[in-house]
């Protein structure tokens, strides 16, 4: 395999949980007949993104309503589904999760939010999901073909040392499902993926909802996905948009040749390595 077609599908939220899903798929089927084999959908795309509202949408992984339309989806239409994110219940503990789905409907891994998002700017952005939360502790990855893909959510992108650790596993591509706000978006959201893409040599995807100012959440959008060089192929803007790019898997192989910081790390002096 030498190249894939990627779909980010930027959704807008829409009033009950039914929708969501609804629209969700609705997209996900005009992506697949543009011929994309990975889907991707963004975080907390089936509900309000609020600590209040959490435990009320939370929903049991792979038992749910929504895993179970995104896996019948998936199986269907023959594609790899990454599923955003949404609130997950395991007994009384919930957790921003995000679910993969292969063509054949199986659940291939699921990925819990490691990094939660609390952060306070005053009069700009303050958030606490640690109120709500649990915080995950496992790397996630799956592959389609030769192809190995690392997942983190939104707020885990700050964190070089994680997507450092999917590096080691092998992953020439990382996924964020992300919802950054209108503040940090502007100053931070292509920085963090570019930096990732390049410091990591892969290819990296970050997926927003769209931009809605009516809701208590405002998320940025400008979905976008990065390659090895830390360029950026394609970007959405803030409305619902999917975009679809082929990447050319080569890249990978030639970038690391050309420019071999993987090879040239002094592990004599320094080492990255996990505990999980
Ligand atoms: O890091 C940020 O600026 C925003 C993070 C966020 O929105 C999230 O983790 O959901």
């Known amino acids: 395999m030498s190249s894939l077609r990627v779909a980010l599908v930027q959704l807008k939220g829409q009033p009950t949980k039914k929708e969501c899903i609804a629209n969700a798929a609705a997209q996900v089927r005009l992506a697949k007949d543009k011929g994309a084999r990975l889907i991707i ?37 023959g594609i790899y589904l990454v599923g955003g994110t949404y609130p997950e219940r395991e007994g009384t503990k919930l957790y921003n999760t995000c679910p993969v789905f292969g063509p054949k409907g199986e659940l291939l891994c699921r990925y819990r939010k490691m990094h939660l ?76 993926g570019r930096s990732r893409a390049l410091d990591n040599q892969m290819f990296v995807a970050l997926v927003s909802p769209a931009r809605d100012p009516t809701t208590e959440y405002v998320a940025y959008g400008y979905s976008l996905l990065c390659d090895p060089w830390g360029r950026v192929l394609c970007r959405a803007k803030e409305s619902q948009e999917t975009i679809i790019q082929d990447i050319d898997l080569k890249v990978c192989e030639q970038i690391k040749r050309q420019i071999p910081i993987l090879k040239q790390k002094r592990i004599d002096i320094y080492q990255l390595f996990t505990k999980k």
């Open 41 to 77: 959908l963004p975080e907390c795309f089936n509900s309000p993104y609020s600590t209040a509202e959490f435990a009320h949408h939370a929903e049991e992984i792979p038992s749910g309503v929504t895993s179970q339309a995104l896996a019948k989806l998936a199986g269907d239409l």
């Open 117 to 192: 998002f609390d952060m306070d700017i005053p009069g700009q952005c303050t958030f606490r999901e640690s109120d709500a939360l649990t915080a995950g502790d496992q790397l996630a990855t799956f592959t389609i073909g030769t192809l190995k893909i690392g997942l983190g959510i939104c707020y885990d992108k700050r964190f070089p040392e994680l997507t450092a650790c999917y590096r080691q596993l092998g992953c020439d591509m990382m996924i964020f499902p992300s919802a950054f706000d209108p503040y940090t978006g502007p100053l931070h959201w292509d920085l963090l």
